[in-house]
């Protein structure tokens, strides 16, 4: 099982950008789908964005046209380019890994957007 490892967490203000890394744990990230989430205390984790493999993105209409997912599988990581953030968009943001009934969580990295 893959293990995950999120940075680039922060504080910044309203209107600027944070670039959050997820590393795999192994060779062969790229049959992975990952995947970031992000979750709020007392509210259920939500979906922010995923990849495939092959590159194919998929967003939550909350941040679609301001965040960006990537992958860069020869470095076995992913990125989430986050711009004109929101105070909205502060939550705790999870990394997440899926093959078939496979799944794994990375630790997470906090993002606070003062306004």
């Known amino acids: 099982q893959v293990q995950l490892v999120e940075s680039g967490g922060g504080l910044v203000q309203a209107g600027g950008s944070l670039r959050l890394s997820c590393a795999g744990s192994?060779?062969?990230?790229?049959?992975?789908?990952v995947a970031w989430y992000r979750q709020v205390p007392g509210n259920q984790r939500e979906f922010v964005a995923s990849i495939t493999g092959t590159g194919s993105a998929n967003y939550a209409d909350s941040v679609k046209a301001r965040f960006t997912i990537s992958r860069d599988d020869a470095k076995n990581s992913v990125y989430l380019q986050m711009n004109d953030l929101k105070p909205d968009d502060t939550a705790t943001y999870y990394c997440n890994a899926r093959l078939f009934d496979l799944e794994s969580w990375g630790q997470g990295t906090q993002v606070t957007v003062s306004s």
């Open positions: 192994r060779d062969a990230f790229n049959v992975y789908v």
